[in-house]
Nanobody, 115 residues
């Protein structure tokens, strides 16, 4: 069983940056895909970015060019560097880790961007 804990959220102004961290309670070696999702009030949870164990990344168009997803296997961590934040980025951000045969979620971290 792996537990994920997100951190790094907060209140920032438009144009500023945040680095979200997702730390696993156990080793993430052997994971297939790690991802960040977000859910704004009244909206469905949506994908933000993913990274495979081989380092292949994917970004949704609404964050492409502004965010970078990365992992640090030694620290059992997944990161999301977010730059040029916009008010529409306001949401709870969740980390997901697919480690066969399970898919794990963190509890989320709030990101609020003021205009």
């Amino acid at each position: 069983q792996v537990q994920l804990v997100e951190s790094g959220g907060g209140l920032v102004q438009a144009g500023e940056s945040l680095r979200l961290s997702c730390t696993a309670s156990g080793s993430i070696l052997g994971f297939s895909v790690a991802g960040w999702y977000r859910q704004a009030p009244g909206k469905k949870r949506e994908l933000v970015a993913t990274i495979t164990s081989s380092g292949t990344t994917y970004y949704e168009d609404f964050v492409k060019g502004r965010v970078t997803i990365s992992t640090d296997n030694a620290k059992n961590a997944v990161y999301l560097q977010m730059n040029s934040l916009k008010p529409e980025d306001t949401a709870v951000y969740y980390c997901n880790l697919k480690l066969w045969p399970s898919s794990y979620w963190g509890q989320g971290t709030q990101v609020t961007v003021s205009s």
